[in-house]
């Protein structure tokens, strides 16, 4: 019998200090809660508070954004001469790249996968990483690649050579970075993220800087296939700073149509080309410039559904009192999302 009241009395005892922990706990619990949705609170006052002109650029009123992507990617060289005494001009291009990708966007920031169909089927064998941030004041492009793919012709006066893939190898990265002026009424986001919607027709003048660094070495497999061929490396490094402008043109709402170019001018180079073990001076040059531009197109079907289109390029002009180089890396996107 005593046994029997020492169970009951245990177990009352775990029944209270359960309910007394419980009772205990529950205004924590409740304010745990308040600080949730206060936390939640602020996200949407920070999300939708107004460092802009709201007559002309506002937060769209879903905070999620669903997007599916198509982006192809490509970078073509182009160069014109004289060594020797000889006249010789080039056309080379990396393989496309193509992918497709799906992602969200929560409160102006985002998550995506992408895939490649052709680096899947071991078609496409080049390394690439694109990088993109647009921001009401500051925007930034960067773009990173290693290439074996270069391929094209390289002419002389005397004869004619078609460089394949694996006869050089390519080392190139190229960083574009943004300052907008008319951040309250001119929206880059607008543009290529849809994080804001552009309501009527602005422009801005833009502040930038630019640098390119990378490589290009000539490899065993063109060794291989032409014996005589010379060893060539070349290091190239130009960081440049300039302005330009931008545009978004607004159609009746359901439009927005975007242009923009900031061309730089190199300030300082740091280049240098090895040719069969002996390294050589690079020559002053005499123009050197690396042009930003940006291009898109947004259809809205209606405030939650749209799709576009959106290009950006990284182009370059170095002019010395023999070589005239061109470089032109692009990407282009097709999108369509909707938002919830």
């Known amino acids: 019998m005593n046994q029997s009241k020492t169970t009951l009395l245990t177990r009352l005892t775990t029944l209270l200090v359960i309910v007394f922990v419980t009772l205990a706990a529950y205004p924590q619990t409740r304010g745990l809660a308040k600080k949730r949705v206060r936390l939640d609170s602020l996200l949407t006052d920070r999300y939708f508070r107004s460092h802009y002109d709201t007559n002309y650029v506002v937060r ?15 970078n073509d060289f182009h160069s014109s001469g004289i060594e020797n005494g000889k006249h010789f001009q080039s ?17 102006g920031i985002g998550l995506g996968v992408a895939i490649n169909p052709a680096k899947w089927r071991g078609a496409y064998k080049d390394y690439e990483l694109n990088l993109n941030f647009y921001g009401s004041r500051f925007s930034l492009d960067a773009s990173y690649q290693i290439s074996q793919s270069l391929s094209g012709d390289f002419d002389t006066d005397e004869e004619k050579q078609t460089l394949q893939s694996d006869d050089v190898e390519l080392k190139i990265l190229n960083l574009a970075g943004y300052y907008t002026f008319n951040h309250r009424r001119f929206s880059f986001p607008a543009a290529f993220t849809q994080s804001y919607i ?33 060893d060539v490396r070349i290091y190239v490094g130009h960081f440049g700073i300039g302005g330009g402008y931008g545009y978004n043109w607004v159609i009746e709402r359901r439009w927005l149509l975007h242009f923009s170019m900031l061309p730089t001018f190199v300030v300082f180079n740091r280049n240098n080309m090895t040719i069969n073990g002996e390294r050589q001076k690079a020559q002053r040059l005499r123009f050197n410039m690396i042009f930003n531009e940006r291009a898109a197109i947004v259809h809205y079907f209606s405030p939650r559904y749209f ?3 959106s290009l950006v390029m990284n182009n370059s002009i170095f002019d010395d009192n023999n070589v005239i180089v061109n470089q032109n890396k692009w990407r282009a996107r097709a999108f369509i999302g909707m938002r919830i």
């Open 198 to 230: 552009q309501r009527r027709s602005a422009g801005s003048w833009l502040a930038g800087i630019s640098y390119q660094a990378g490589s290009l070495k000539t490899t065993d497999h063109l060794t291989a296939r032409y014996p005589n061929a010379q």
């Open 60 to 74: 769209p009123e879903g905070k999620l954004t669903l997007k599916a992507r198509l982006n192809q990617t490509g």
């Open 91 to 107: 056309h080379l291009s990396t393989s496309h790249k193509t992918t497709f990708s799906v992602g969200a966007i929560y409160r």
């Open 307 to 309: 799709a576009g289109l």
